[in-house]
């Protein structure tokens, strides 16, 4: 559900720290890539039903997130540290605490769990009633962006080309 995180993501991000010197870009990044980065390893490493391996656990948000730490300094580790925290979102998002196998890899080993399988398939198309909660967040996390891209007025003059440059949200 790649609206879903986005806007959950961006919601609890701003409800929590709000407008501050946040770079959403990365926040948003954040929230997409564990399945971006276990997106591209099933096309090469792993194979199985889940569809969440390396990226769904907490071991690769914390590299993530120590890497950020350890390889930036100043306001580039600030804007930065927006990629942890939407990753750690995505996992949120996901409910992975669900598939402990995953979320703690590899504390129990180095098998994945093999359900919640990840929701994204052609099956999504062919068969949309089947899918019902997943299309839920997805109009949820829709409605939600929609929310900012409105309340901080980002279709007016150059609000959303410097939203895009610098990732804040001015009020």
Same mark, same amino acid.
């Given at each position: 559900m790649i609206l879903w995180h986005l806007g959950i993501a961006a919601l609890v991000v701003y409800v929590?720290?709000?407008?501050?010197?946040?770079?959403?870009? %990365?926040?948003?990044?954040?929230?997409?890539?564990?399945?971006?980065v276990d997106g591209l390893l099933g096309l090469w490493v792993f194979d199985g039903p889940a569809g969440r391996w390396i990226g769904h656990s907490?071991?690769?948000v914390i590299a993530i997130a120590v890497a950020v730490i350890v390889g930036t300094s100043g306001a580039r580790r600030l804007a930065l540290f927006g990629l942890p925290v939407g990753w750690l979102l995505h996992?949120?998002?996901?409910?992975?605490?669900?598939?402990?196998?995953?979320?703690?890899?590899?504390? %129990?080993?180095?098998?994945?769990?093999?359900?919640?399988?990840?929701?994204?398939?052609?099956?999504?198309?062919?068969?949309?009633?089947?899918h019902l909660s997943t299309w839920g967040g997805?109009?949820?996390?829709?409605?939600?962006?929609?929310?900012?891209?409105?309340a901080f007025r980002l279709g007016e003059g150059d609000r959303l080309?410097? %939203?895009?440059?610098?990732?804040?949200?001015?009020p």
């Open positions: 929590t720290l709000g407008r501050r010197r946040i770079d959403y870009r %990365f926040v948003l990044l954040g929230a997409v890539a564990p399945d971006a907490l071991v690769a996992l949120v998002g996901d409910g992975m605490w669900a598939a402990p196998l995953t979320f703690f890899w590899p504390a %129990f080993g180095v098998a994945f769990a093999t359900a919640p399988a990840e929701p994204y398939s052609v099956d999504l198309f062919t068969h949309p009633l089947s997805e109009v949820a996390g829709a409605a939600l962006l929609a929310w900012f891209y409105v080309r410097l %939203f895009l440059r610098d990732g804040y949200l001015r």
